[in-house]
């Protein structure tokens, strides 16, 4: 019997082996691919078929072929990927996983805030639980948020949970008075306006790249806001070659793997006792975690196939639209 009462399986790894090798034949075996966020370790990114940021990684789970789907991320994408192939198994090697943000929206007091505004369309964050999902019209993620919103009739009330600052900000952007849910993640609340200004003051020649989960006084001073794959994009694309980067630190790696000529600088926290944010959940999913989960086949995402009736219409529209918006294919 394996054990998971640790949320992952606690099994011993055996001596001698090459765990990365392992990890490449066991999912051959298992007939699984790994997928990977950009916030993930260096070491998971290097394994995984496919990397990307929230849309791309529930657009391709909801194509992907193979049986079994690893996915190197939190808890609500490991769901998402679930709901949207319900025939597969889906794997986070870490049932730890989690996420402050989608934390932060918990479902019942979420299903009350809905209930106190009749005749909202109900637009959530991918970073929900299932149950959050399963009460909302369209789920946006920062890679199409303005666009999905923006496609929303004009006269349409609407409610946007749970990130604050993303609503605050696509609120700015499409002149809409998106009634807010107050929530936020903890890395993105994390930086600090000053200790930021004082790299740009250091770094004169450096672009400032920032997340929209971000505050708005981070947001205010930088010369691109998006979701981590669009300041990927930004970065591969600019003529710049130094930038000062406000979101999890985890994607550097790929910057600096796509951009070798170019310098990126992570933003420091408030704290400042490091020089980097971190997500500590991202963080928890380690080789060691994923070649056992691979091995036994554990922890396994399951969701209450009722809830997952109802979440699966608001994610499938997002693809619909993102499709029809061209923003994926
Ligand atoms: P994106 O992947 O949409 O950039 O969101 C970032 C994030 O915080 C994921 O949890
Ligand atoms: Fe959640 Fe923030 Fe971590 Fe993303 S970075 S998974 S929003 S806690």
Redesign the pocket.
């Known amino acids: 019997m394996v054990n998971l009462d640790k949320g992952y399986v606690d099994a011993p790894i055996p001596e001698g082996i090459d765990l990365k090798e392992e990890i490449l034949r066991l999912k051959k075996e298992r007939h699984a691919v790994i997928m990977a ?1 950009y ?1 993930q370790r260096e070491e998971i990114q290097q394994l995984a078929d496919h990397i990307g940021d ?1 849309l791309a990684l529930a657009q391709l789970a909801a194509k992907v072929e193979e049986p079994v789907i690893v996915l190197c ?2 808890h ?2 490991g769901e998402t990927a679930k709901i949207l192939c319900p025939e597969k198994t889906v794997i986070v090697p870490d049932i730890n ?6 934390d932060s929206c918990p479902a019942p007091e979420f299903k009350k805030f809905v209930e106190a505004h009749p005749g909202h369309t109900v637009v959530s964050y991918v ?1 929900t639980s299932a149950a959050v999902k399963a009460v909302t019209d369209v789920v946006v993620t920062s890679g199409n948020a303005r666009e999905i919103i923006g496609a929303l009739p004009e006269d349409e009330k609407i409610i946007f949970g749970p ?1 604050r600052n993303l609503g605050n900000y696509i609120n700015g952007l499409t002149g809409r008075h998106m009634v807010l849910w107050d929530g936020a ?4 609340e994390q930086f600090s306006i000053e200790k930021l200004l004082q790299l740009k003051k250091e770094n004169g020649d450096a672009q400032i790249l920032v997340h929209p ?1 971000c505050p708005k006084p981070i947001r205010m001073i930088a010369d691109k806001v998006g979701s981590t794959q669009a300041l990927l994009n930004y970065a591969v694309e600019s003529d710049c070659d130094k930038f000062i980067v406000a ?2 630190s985890g994607i550097l790696f790929k910057m600096r793997e796509k951009c070798p000529g170019k310098t990126f600088i992570p933003a420091p926290p408030e704290d400042g006792k490091c020089a980097c944010n971190e ?4 963080k928890l999913i380690t080789l060691e975690k994923l070649y056992n989960s691979l091995r036994y086949m554990q922890p396994e995402i399951t969701v209450d196939k009722r809830v997952a009736k109802a979440a699966v219409k608001p994610i499938e529209r997002m693809l619909t639209m993102s499709r029809d918006l061209g923003l994926i294919k």
Not at 97 to 102: I, T, W
Not at 185 to 188: A, I, Q, T
Not at 279 to 282: G, I, K, R
């Open positions: 966020h916030y929230s991320g939190v609500f994408m996983a989690g996420c402050s943000l989608a970073n990130d993640c903890h890395v993105h989960e979101t999890e997500c500590n959940f991202m």
